[in-house]
């Protein structure tokens, strides 16, 4: 009996590319990040069409106990002291967690709970990052290369954005030199 064997898509661990016949690719640029960064004058003076980050996904299924997979690919750089950062999101379905894996660069997973209790994870080649459920996160690229992380979550999931208006109760700014974490006071 001849059994066929499918050739599945696949991805580059040292990058993060996937190789697969259908992509769907979602850039993020400066000029889409209104009032996520501090310095808003600063962001101002930035082309509003400088890719922030990009993100390539695997086209999946939707409905429950489907899966996506996608890879977040977050520039170096910073606005005035800050680093570059994804938006950052709850999920709608606030009970769904996330894996990431980070593939290259070194940066910070921001992870916040609906206390607005706030914590950092190193991301490092090899790192893994178990997200729970009431969660939001958030990358951050502390480093000089590009920040490439592995993702695996629910499609069911969804983003609540808007739950983050008030933003994260954590900055991760260079100052002296330093990365540094500083607590926000008004959110
Ligand atoms: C990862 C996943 C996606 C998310 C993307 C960018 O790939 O968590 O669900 O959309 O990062 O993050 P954000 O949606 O916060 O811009
Ligand atoms: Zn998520």
């Given at each position: 009996m001849n059994i066929p064997v499918s050739l599945p898509p696949g991805v580059a661990f040292l990058n993060g590319h996937f190789t697969a016949e259908d992509m769907i690719t979602k850039i993020t640029h400066c000029g889409d990040l209104a009032g996520v960064f501090h310095d808003q004058i600063t962001w101002q003076s930035i082309p509003s069409e400088t890719t922030i980050y990009q993100v390539e996904m695997l086209k999946s299924p939707q409905g429950e106990g489907e899966l996506f997979v996608g890879t977040t690919h977050l520039n170096p750089g910073r606005v005035g002291d800050e680093f570059y950062m994804t938006r950052g999101h709850f999920h709608q379905r606030r009970e769904q967690g996330e894996v990431y894996f980070g593939l290259r660069g070194s940066g910070l997973l921001l992870l916040q709970n609906e206390q607005g209790e706030a914590r950092l994870e190193q991301v490092s080649p090899g790192s893994v990052h178990i997200i729970p459920g009431f969660t939001a996160h958030r990358l951050i690229n502390t480093g000089t290369e590009v920040l490439s992380a592995?993702?695996?979550w629910?499609?069911?999931?969804?983003h609540d954005y808007a739950a983050l208006a008030q933003g994260f109760s954590l900055r991760v700014v260079l100052q002296d030199g330093k990365i540094q974490a500083k607590e926000v006071q008004n959110g």
């Open positions: 592995l993702a695996v629910p499609s069911i999931a969804g």
